[in-house]
């Protein structure tokens, strides 16, 4: 199984960022794929989770509202859209896949996303 992001960048305060993860390897059909970060000197944070099968999704409450997880399944790929960013939104972000929420065993080499003013 591998897991390949892209879509980090650099963006101002206010705008907007679309992640994106494509998966390989194996079918993904009864797993849960999620988002996190690491901010400099934080721990690992949860954002974001989407059931690959049927598409049931969970935020954490410091993103609902302005991030949203949402899946391709043709194309193996799962996306995070990242709205109203803020500097404190600055962080490597990972995606990372697993039988069940919270129980995640392939991670991805993660994605930069820098928020300036």
């Known amino acids: 199984v591998q897991l390949v992001e892209s879509g980090g960048g650099s963006v101002q305060v206010g705008g907007s960022v679309r992640l994106s993860c494509v998966a390989s390897?194996?079918?993904?059909?009864?797993?849960?794929m999620g988002w996190f970060r690491r901010s400099p000197g934080k721990d690992r944070e949860f954002l974001a989770t989407i059931d690959w099968n049927e598409g049931r999704t969970g935020y954490a409450d410091s993103v609902k509202g302005r991030f949203t997880i949402s899946r391709d399944n043709a194309k193996n790929t799962v996306y995070l859209q990242m709205n109203d960013l803020k500097p404190e939104d600055t962080a490597v972000y990972y995606c990372a896949q697993g039988p069940r929420h919270p129980s995640y065993s392939v991670w991805g080499q993660g994605t930069q996303v820098t928020v300036s003013s």
């Open positions: 390897g194996r079918t993904f059909s009864r797993s849960y």
